[in-house]
């Protein structure tokens, strides 16, 4: 009869777990077919959530997750700055909270702006950057002294400027978002990679390709190889580049890997020995990064960062490819609040009026040069 009590035991531990395997894998299909059903959201509010790599966990508790975007607004930009936030904002349902990183003596106009308009609902921190970091890491030219944007640097701060985030977004003030941050935010990294970039040789920039501008999309556009310390870190000089306007940042691996101190220590080696290339087009921002990120960093889409729109006043893409992209983003000389710059109605709908009047939309000819 022990023998009898035996099997009937063994009979029953087997019946719980075929139960329990049959329970776990009905909730299992359940939660797909959940899934399933919310894909056809007539709406199209939920689009990420069938991206595999977002934990269904994740996405149910997409309203609270705070978003963190790191953005620089320096006084001669700030409608951009303004305007990049709003577009973000009005796309999204996620608890975004912008990191506005700025200079002492923008904080009162910035304020103003956003708390006497339709932002004043925006969440956000204003930063003061201390400029005081750069010495001894930047070669300042007596000449061209107020050409130092010491804001331009300050992604390379980023775990200063949001030190409680897990995850970080960086975007230029020269961007429009057309659809919902919270894509960006959830674009996978590499184990190991502390950035996601969107690269300069992809499908959306090549076709377009400036001529004329340079090697502007490869290494050799940006370091001088025939310093000994450039050939010495044996990097491909036709490794396409990256662009550093719009990144999705690990601030955990950040921290890890010391990103800040090895940017810093290739700006001051470039003061010493000179080490970007002669004919750079554009921000001396992109060479430490990419020496820094070489070969170490993940991809986000390219229709997350459709740029050159700033290049020349002369339309670069389609009118159904600029409706479709996520983020617009006008590098270049020609900004969309300067000279006319191409789509620039695109960008005004998002803008929205200074209160205090200072800061117009009135395109001179002789704001073509103020734009870098």
């Given at each position: 009869s022990s023998k009898f009590s035996v099997n009937i035991s063994i009979l029953i531990v087997a019946v719980v777990i075929f139960?329990?395997?049959?329970?776990?894998?009905?909730?299992?299909?359940?939660?797909?077919?959940?899934?399933e059903l919310s894909d056809s959201n007539p709406l199209g509010l939920q689009p990420i959530d069938?991206?595999?790599?977002?934990?269904?966990?994740?996405?149910?508790e997409r309203?609270?997750?705070?978003?963190?975007?790191?953005?620089a607004a320096s006084d001669e930009r700030l409608g951009g700055a303004i305007a990049a936030m709003n577009s973000i904002y009005r796309h999204t349902r996620s608890n975004v909270v912008f990191h506005i990183v700025t200079l002492n003596d923008t904080v009162d106009h910035l304020r103003l702006w956003l708390s006497n308009t339709a932002l004043k609902n925006l969440r956000y921190r204003i930063l003061?950057?201390?400029?005081?970091?750069?010495?001894?890491?930047?070669?300042?030219?007596?000449?061209?002294?107020d050409t130092l944007k010491p804001l331009t640097f300050a992604r390379f701060y980023l775990p200063n400027l949001v030190p409680h985030a897990e995850k970080a977004i960086y975007v230029d003030d020269d961007i429009i978002v057309q659809d919902d941050i919270l894509e960006l935010y959830n674009t996978p990294l590499k184990p190991g990679h502390a950035a996601a970039f969107s690269d300069d040789c992809d499908s959306t920039t090549n076709k377009v390709a400036v001529r004329g501008a340079g090697n502007q999309y490869n290494y050799i556009g940006f370091l001088d190889y025939k310093k000994e310390t450039i050939r010495k870190?044996?990097?491909?000089a036709?490794?396409?580049s990256f662009n550093p306007g719009v990144f999705v940042a690990n601030l955990t691996e950040w921290k890890l890997q010391n990103i800040t101190k090895q940017l810093e220590k290739w700006m001051a080696l470039n003061v010493a020995e000179e080490l970007y290339s002669r004919t750079l087009a554009g921000s001396i921002t992109t060479p430490p990064l990419l020496i820094v990120f070489y070969k170490q960093h993940s991809s986000i889409d390219p229709m997350w960062n459709v740029r050159h729109l700033g290049s020349s006043?002369?339309?670069?893409?389609?009118?159904?490819?600029?409706?479709?992209?996520?983020?617009?983003?006008?590098?270049?000389?020609?900004?969309?609040?300067?000279?006319?710059?191409?789509?620039?109605?695109?960008?005004?709908?998002?803008?929205?009026?200074?209160?205090?009047?200072?800061?117009?939309?009135?395109?001179?000819?002789?704001?073509?040069?103020?734009?870098?």
């Open positions: 139960l329990l395997v049959l329970h776990h894998n009905f909730l299992g299909l359940s939660d797909f077919l959940k899934r069938f991206i595999p790599a977002v934990p269904q966990r994740l996405a149910d309203n609270d997750k705070e978003i963190s975007v790191v953005i003061d950057f201390d400029p005081r970091v750069l010495e001894g890491k930047v070669q300042v030219d007596p000449q061209k002294a870190l044996a990097m491909k036709s490794t396409c006043a002369g339309k670069r893409y389609s009118p159904q490819f600029v409706k479709a992209a996520k983020l617009l983003h006008w590098n270049g000389h020609f900004k969309p609040w300067g000279r006319t710059a191409s789509y620039a109605e695109v960008w005004e709908k998002w803008y929205v009026p200074d209160p205090t009047g200072k800061f117009s939309l009135i395109r001179r000819h002789s704001e073509a040069y103020e734009a870098k």
